[in-house]
C-alpha cells in the first residue's frame, strides 16, 4: 500500500495528457492494499482519468485524459 501510494505522490503534477498509468499487483489477492492505494488514488483524481482502472492480468491500467 505505502510504496503505491509514495509511488502516485512521487508523480503528481508530472502526469502527460494521454499517459498510461500502469500498476502492479492490483490483481494480487495476497496484496489488498495496492488495489487499495490504486482505488483511492482513482477516487481522488477521476478529473485525469478517461478510463480505469482496468485489471488485467494482476495490472491495473489507467488512462489519462
Known amino acids: 500500500y505505502g510504496s503505491i501510494k509514495d509511488s502516485f505522490a512521487a508523480c503528481a503534477g508530472r502526469w502527460v495528457s494521454g499517459a498510461a498509468i500502469v500498476g502492479d499487483d ?5 496484496l489488498p492494499g495496492a488495489r487499495q492505494a490504486v482505488d ?3 477516487n481522488a483524481h477521476r478529473n485525469l482519468i478517461k ?4 485489471l488485467q492480468a494482476s495490472l491495473a491500467i489507467i488512462q489519462l485524459k
Open 26 to 30: 492490483y490483481g494480487n489477492e495476497h
Open 40 to 42: 483511492e488514488w482513482c
Open 51 to 54: 478510463s480505469g482502472p482496468r
